[in-house]
């Protein structure tokens, strides 16, 4: 069956560390594949896409990189600050333009 | 504000109650969703309309009916429902170039928390 996995439900880092978030997926061929940040009592908000073809991708302080060969994303956020703290969200979409998510990570970034 | 906006963001409700939960777009986009989010679970897919008609209905129980009167509003209608149905509902939207294909990039409201006693 299909499945989405990201790795551990919570990741405690200090300020200024790399955060490295894993998205893991079977069964799937994904045309792309998504990154959202959601904050406690908000709605999910988009940061990157990354399409099959694509090895990475860059915004600022946040780098993903997607292998279709072993099936996972990577999802880091150089430079962390507390600021970054939420729970951020992978999802899977076929061309279909049906999103499929996986539950989430919750980032904690430490003074 | 994300450009979706949803109401009410808190509803309480007993087991016979019928409410409403109503979601409005102010971005042009062509396609709708409801999404179910509860506790340690993955974003549930429940409904989307893709150019006001109604594409998937992911199993989701007759208790909870959608309507889409036009490409900028999406209500889901609630009828009897479960104290299993407890969850922050959320709906998004998305600019599909052709039904059923193309990068969906989703623009969520801020969601509707949903308590059924």
């Known amino acids: 069956s299909q499945k989405i996995e990201q790795n551990s439900e919570a990741l405690n880092i200090q300020e200024g560390k790399t955060a490295t978030l894993t998205c893991n997926y079977t069964?799937?061929?994904?045309?792309?594949l998504q990154w959202y940040r959601q904050d406690p009592g908000r709605g999910p908000v988009f940061l990157l896409l990354?399409?099959?073809?694509?090895k990475e991708k860059r915004k600022e302080r946040l780098k993903v990189t997607f292998d279709t060969t072993l099936k996972q994303s990577l999802f880091h956020i150089t430079a962390s600050q507390p600021a970054d703290s939420a729970t951020y969200l992978c999802?899977?979409?076929?061309?279909?333009?049906?999103?499929?998510f996986g539950d989430g990570t919750t980032l904690t970034v430490k003074p | 504000e994300t450009g979706v906006t949803q109401t009410p963001r808190h509803l309480v409700m007993g087991m016979t109650n019928k409410k409403s939960l109503k979601c409005e777009q102010h971005?042009?986009?062509?396609?709708m969703y409801w999404y179910k989010q509860s506790a340690k679970k993955p974003l549930e897919l429940m409904f989307v309309?893709?150019?006001?008609?109604?594409?998937e209905n992911n199993s989701v129980p007759s208790r909870f009916s959608p309507e889409c009167p036009n490409s900028s509003h999406l209500f889901l209608h609630l009828h009897t429902l479960q104290p299993e149905d407890s969850a922050l509902y959320l709906c998004?939207?998305?600019?599909?170039?052709?039904?059923?294909?193309?990068?969906?990039?989703?623009?969520f409201g801020a969601g509707s928390r949903l308590t059924v006693l």
């Open positions: 998004a939207s998305s600019q599909v170039n052709q039904p059923g294909s193309g990068a969906n990039v989703l623009t």
């Open positions: 971005l042009g986009h062509n396609a």
């Open positions: 309309y893709n150019f006001k008609e109604q594409t």
């Open positions: 999802a899977l979409d076929t061309n279909a333009g049906k999103s499929t």
């Open positions: 069964n799937y061929s994904p045309a792309y």
């Open positions: 990354i399409r099959e073809n694509e």
